[in-house]
């Protein structure tokens, strides 16, 4: 099935770094959302953003819905160990089921 | 809020046996639940969606004799695996459709290890 573009594929690194990743696809969503996804266990949503341009804090994370609707990224500022993870980005159109980008994972050494 | 269960949450079966995973949203309605699989390393893949009270939507190459897919309720779908074969173990995750946010809440998610 089709898939988000999201980008970096991996990450490594230190405790107290802040980190970026995003997506972009060809297509326009009415709806992003970040996930993290621990190993054995389904995807934990982060945030999610209806309006282009909205820019949504959780905590460390904050993430911003692109103004062409057809990219989103995700900062998470001052990493800490339970921060390791996959993190993925779906993108949802009215009446259609999530799409999923690759995953970024996450690894943080302290 | 938004909290969707699955069972079992492990389960190994025989080779031609069937297995039946549930999904239940507990604290919402869902009128439209979704089943993916996702292998190991590898993102979710969306393999069918399932309306209460109506037939589930398969996504290409998705057998739907082979995933049975049942949406009694407001809260409950369930999928049966048909006659699982060894390349059948994966992670099945369900989500539940909250209208009125647009957003999906997952499953924790079933692992299933045919022998």
């Known amino acids: 099935g089709q898939q988000l573009n999201q980008s970096p594929q991996s990450m490594f690194i230190q405790e107290g770094e802040d980190v970026s990743m995003n997506c972009t696809s060809s297509?326009?969503?009415?709806?992003w959302l970040w996930y993290k996804q621990d190993p054995g266990e389904g995807p934990v949503l982060l945030i999610a953003?209806?309006?282009?341009?909205e820019l949504t804090s959780n905590g460390r994370l904050t993430a911003q819905f692109g103004i062409t609707r057809k990219d989103s990224f995700l900062n998470i500022s001052a990493s800490i160990p339970s921060d390791v993870g996959i993190y993925f980005c779906?993108?949802?159109?009215?009446?259609?089921?999530?799409?999923f980008g690759k995953g970024t994972t996450l690894s943080v050494s302290s | 809020g938004a909290v969707v269960s699955q069972h079992p949450s492990r389960v190994i079966c025989k080779s031609g046996t069937s297995v039946k995973i549930e999904c239940r949203s507990l604290d919402f309605q869902a009128t439209t639940m979704f089943w993916y699989r996702q292998f190991p390393k590898q993102s979710l893949m969306l393999m069918a969606t399932?309306?209460?009270?109506?037939?589930?939507?398969?996504e290409q190459g998705v057998e739907k004799d082979k995933f049975l897919i049942n949406h009694a309720s407001l809260t409950l779908s369930t999928l049966t695996v048909t006659s699982a074969h060894p390349e059948d173990s994966s992670f099945y995750i369900c989500s539940g459709l909250r209208d009125f946010q647009e957003t999906q809440y997952f499953g924790p998610g079933t692992r299933l290890l045919v022998l």
């Open positions: 779906a993108g949802l159109k009215a009446g259609t089921a999530l799409i």
């Open positions: 953003l209806y309006k282009a341009g």
């Open positions: 297509s326009i969503f009415n709806t």
């Open positions: 399932s309306n209460e009270g109506s037939k589930a939507t398969y």
